[in-house]
């Protein structure tokens, strides 16, 4: 299983941003998606995970309203959109995947079996 993360870059704080991740190697309709982000001396944080259909979505609360998480199973895709951003965002993001199908989304990286190789956010003041 492979995940191409992109999309990253530099914004302005209040810019937006959209980022993807392409998936290949498994039946990407069957798994549950989640992006997590790590600044530099933190911890890997989860910031949201959207459902196999997409049908159901979930958020950080320090992403809520601000974040969008999407899928296109057609192009085995994943998306986050993130408007009004902070610069208390600024962090490397990473999609994962769920190691089981049809598993109930998760907050703990240490249920997400792949990981892209992150790509870089970076919000100035």
């Known amino acids: 299983v492979q995940l191409q993360a992109s999309g990253g870059g530099l914004v302005q704080a209040g810019g937006s941003l959209r980022l993807s991740c392409a998936a290949s190697?498994?039946?990407?309709?069957?798994?549950?998606m989640g992006w997590f982000r790590q600044a530099p001396g933190k911890e890997r944080e989860f910031v949201a995970a959207?459902?196999?259909?997409?049908?159901?979505?979930y958020y950080a609360d320090s992403v809520k309203d601000r974040f969008t998480i999407s899928r296109d199973n057609a192009k085995n895709t994943v998306y986050l959109q993130m408007n009004s951003l902070k610069p208390e965002d600024t962090a490397v993001y990473y999609c994962a995947m769920v190691n089981s199908a049809y598993a109930y989304y998760s907050s703990s990286p240490r249920d997400y079996l792949y990981w892209g190789q992150g790509t870089q956010v970076t919000v100035s003041s």
């Open positions: 190697g498994r039946t990407f309709s069957r798994y549950t």
């Open positions: 959207t459902s196999w259909s997409g049908g159901s979505t």
